[in-house]
């Protein structure tokens, strides 16, 4: 598994204090990641990308990865409530494990740009929700 978190820990920790700061160094991230995942999946070996894909943008650069190679893909959406949403990483922000701590209000302001996938972007999607409680 490739984690966009990780690698701009890893590798823009220091640069990281904005969102525009975020999108330089996701920038340069997804310059390198993309052809190297592209060799990964044209070496027949299999690849999950934990990247943010909530923009058309964001899964324009997954889908010109994809199109690099003959792989089969899919790609997973979260369906879930904002509330829900916002526990997981309020617990996850508990835990101090992850490289990042992410307030409420920075995930009201990226989520605010979530654009749902549509069928012409090319992905096979599989849509995950909560099951029921009785």
């Given at each position: 598994?490739?984690?966009?978190?990780?690698?701009?820990?890893?590798?823009?920790?220091?640069?990281?204090?904005?969102?525009?700061?975020?999108?330089?160094?996701?920038?340069?991230?997804?310059?390198?990641?993309?052809?190297?995942?592209a060799?990964?999946?044209?070496?027949?070996?299999?690849?999950?990308?934990?990247?943010?894909?909530?923009?058309?943008?964001?899964?324009?650069?997954?889908?010109?990865?994809?199109?690099?190679?003959?792989?089969?893909?899919?790609?997973?959406?979260?369906?879930?409530?904002?509330?829900?949403c916002?526990?997981?990483?309020?617990?996850?922000?508990?835990?101090?494990?992850?490289?990042?701590?992410?307030?409420?209000?920075?995930?009201?302001?990226?989520?605010?740009?979530?654009?749902?996938p549509?069928?012409?972007?090319?992905?096979?999607?599989?849509?995950?929700?909560?099951?029921?409680?009785?």
């Amino acid at each position: 598994m490739i984690r966009e978190d990780e690698w701009l820990s890893g590798l823009y920790g220091e640069q990281l204090g904005s969102t525009h700061d975020y999108l330089r160094c996701m920038t340069l991230l997804r310059g390198v990641v993309g052809p190297h995942v592209a060799e990964l999946l044209n070496a027949g070996l299999s690849v999950v990308l934990d990247f943010q894909a909530n923009t058309v943008d964001a899964r324009s650069w997954m889908r010109g990865t994809l199109d690099e190679t003959k792989a089969a893909h899919v790609l997973h959406l979260l369906d879930v409530p904002e509330e829900v949403c916002l526990a997981r990483l309020k617990a996850r922000n508990a835990t101090g494990e992850h490289p990042f701590a992410v307030t409420e209000a920075q995930f009201r302001q990226i989520s605010r740009h979530f654009v749902p996938p549509r069928p012409e972007e090319g992905f096979d999607v599989q849509i995950h929700r909560p099951e029921a409680t009785p």
